[in-house]
């Protein structure tokens, strides 16, 4: 349901005016600690490394931010003290994401991320110019990466603790984040676990990989800034926990576009291999839905053993439909998502941008 009444700004340009504040709040953060350690050379390196690590993102976190901000905020949408609240979550949520991803790395073993090197990536070349054997070299990228997701996890909290000084919304937002680490964890350890499995018997279904992806990314990434963004300008619960439930299906529906593309995707527009996920024995909603067939399993079972190509695999899975089976998953949890948006009284704004969204979700590329 949408409000007669709306902002009569465009809304792109709005949106820009607030990217480059969240950019400033983020260059900002960054400016002051850099030299707090002085007694550590490392320090500064690590410091310019994890700040290139969050600047130049799409901000998809601080953009959910701002748009469930402003659907409730009314009036106070044009005080510009209560936007700058907003501009700190948002940048807290942008440097919870990468956070994340730093540890996310680290526990995948990927050095590189979208064809660059990760922060661990650089701290191992660093220990092999210096001279340390290959495996010393990768312990001191993956633990300086360890380090370097902690620090910014830490910067995350601080700003998403501090963006208002209202005591009774800033619990709320600061609840809402808390929720979302401890649920990011839960969902790493889960798809780690899943995935030990490596096409075997006990390979999850596809509501297991749903609810781990579910935790993993879609709750920091899209549930929780619309639920904070909502409950920081001061919406009833109620209507924040259901912007956030249509914000926790669009995020799986991302994700499980998100693993089509990492097996059928153009790797020159997503910058990730097609090969990486089958040849790890990631467990995703393509491999449950191939494993119910008995020439999938077979394939899958001769490409953990190495005794067959991804290639083979990806042609298994093709014929299976399981590419199909995923798409059509990711399109009935974003129909979900239109029909949880539609009991909102959103503005007709916000209401628009919500549902580009939902297209860009399932026609997305990269």
Same mark, same amino acid.
């Given at each position: 349901?949408?409000?007669?009444?709306?902002?009569?700004?465009?809304?792109?340009?709005?949106?820009?005016?607030?990217?480059?504040?969240?950019?400033?709040?983020?260059?900002? =953060?960054?400016?002051?600690?850099?030299?707090?350690?002085?007694?550590?050379?490392? =320090?500064?390196?690590?410091?310019? #490394?994890?700040?290139?690590?969050?600047?130049?993102?799409?901000?998809?976190?601080?953009?959910?931010?701002?748009?469930?901000?402003?659907?409730?905020?009314?009036?106070?949408?044009?005080?510009?003290?209560?936007?700058?609240?907003?501009? #700190?979550?948002?940048?807290?949520?942008?440097?919870?994401?990468?956070?994340?991803?730093?540890?996310?790395?680290?526990?995948?073993?990927?050095?590189?991320? #979208?064809?660059?090197?990760?922060?661990?990536?650089? =701290?191992?070349?660093?220990?092999?110019?210096?001279?340390?054997?290959?495996?010393?070299?990768?312990?001191? +990228?993956?633990?300086?990466?360890?380090?370097?997701?902690?620090?910014?996890?830490?910067?995350?909290?601080?700003?998403?603790?501090?963006?208002?000084?209202?005591?009774?919304? +800033?619990?709320?937002?600061?609840?809402?984040?808390?929720?979302? %680490?401890?649920?990011?964890?839960?969902?790493?350890?889960?798809?780690?676990?899943?995935?030990?499995?490596?096409?075997?018997?006990?390979?999850?279904? %596809?509501?297991?990989?749903?609810?781990?992806?579910?935790?993993?990314?879609?709750?920091?990434?899209?549930?929780?800034?619309?639920?904070?963004?909502?409950?920081?300008?001061?919406?009833?619960?109620?209507?924040?926990?259901?912007?956030?439930?249509?914000?926790?299906?669009?995020?799986?529906?991302?994700?499980?576009?998100?693993?089509?593309?990492?097996?059928?995707?153009?790797?020159?527009?997503?910058?990730?291999?097609?090969?990486?996920?089958?040849?790890?024995?990631?467990?995703?909603?393509?491999?449950?839905?191939?494993?119910?067939?008995?020439?999938?399993?077979?394939?899958?079972?001769?490409?953990?053993?190495? #005794?067959?190509?991804?290639?083979?695999?990806?042609?298994?899975?093709?014929?299976?439909?399981?590419?199909?089976?995923?798409?059509?998953?990711?399109?009935?949890?974003?129909?979900?998502?239109?029909?949880?948006?539609?009991?909102?009284?959103?503005?007709?704004?916000?209401?628009?941008?919500?549902?580009?969204?939902?297209?860009? %979700?399932?026609?997305?590329?990269?």
């Amino acid at each position: 349901m949408t409000s007669e009444t709306d902002t009569a700004a465009d809304p792109t340009a709005v949106w820009d005016v607030f990217r480059a504040a969240v950019d400033r709040e983020l260059d900002e =953060f960054f400016d002051s600690p850099r030299n707090r350690v002085p007694s550590s050379p490392g =320090f500064p390196v690590m410091w310019d #490394r994890i700040r290139h690590q969050v600047v130049g993102g799409k901000l998809i976190r601080p953009r959910l931010t701002q748009i469930a901000w402003r659907s409730f905020a009314g009036e106070s949408s044009t005080d510009s003290g209560r936007e700058a609240e907003c501009v #700190r979550l948002a940048a807290s949520f942008e440097m919870l994401h990468a956070a994340l991803i730093v540890h996310d790395d680290v526990v995948d073993r990927d050095w590189r991320r #979208r064809g660059r090197p990760t922060v661990g990536e650089l =701290f191992r070349r660093d220990a092999v110019q210096a001279g340390a054997p290959e495996g010393e070299a990768e312990h001191a +990228g993956e633990s300086a990466a360890i380090l370097a997701g902690d620090l910014l996890l830490a910067g995350a909290l601080r700003l998403a603790t501090t963006c208002t000084e209202d005591p009774g919304r +800033g619990r709320a937002v600061a609840d809402v984040v808390f929720e979302a %680490v401890t649920a990011s964890a839960a969902g790493e350890l889960d798809d780690l676990l899943l995935s030990l499995h490596r096409y075997g018997a006990e390979h999850p279904g %596809v509501q297991d990989i749903l609810d781990m992806e579910r935790l993993k990314t879609a709750t920091y990434s899209f549930e929780a800034p619309l639920r904070a963004g909502a409950l920081l300008a001061g919406a009833p619960e109620e209507q924040a926990q259901r912007l956030a439930r249509a914000g926790a299906q669009l995020g799986v529906a991302y994700q499980v576009v998100d693993d089509v593309l990492g097996t059928f995707g153009d790797p020159e527009l997503t910058g990730k291999s097609v090969d990486a996920d089958l040849n790890s024995g990631k467990a995703t909603v393509l491999t449950a839905h191939g494993m119910q067939t008995p020439a999938v399993r077979d394939v899958l079972a001769e490409l953990a053993a190495g #005794r067959t190509t991804v290639a083979s695999a990806r042609a298994a899975l093709t014929a299976s439909g399981a590419q199909e089976a995923a798409v059509a998953v990711a399109t009935d949890l974003v129909d979900r998502a239109r029909a949880t948006l539609d009991g909102l009284p959103l503005p007709a704004a916000q209401r628009a941008e919500l549902d580009a969204l939902c297209h860009h %979700v399932l026609n997305r590329d990269s």
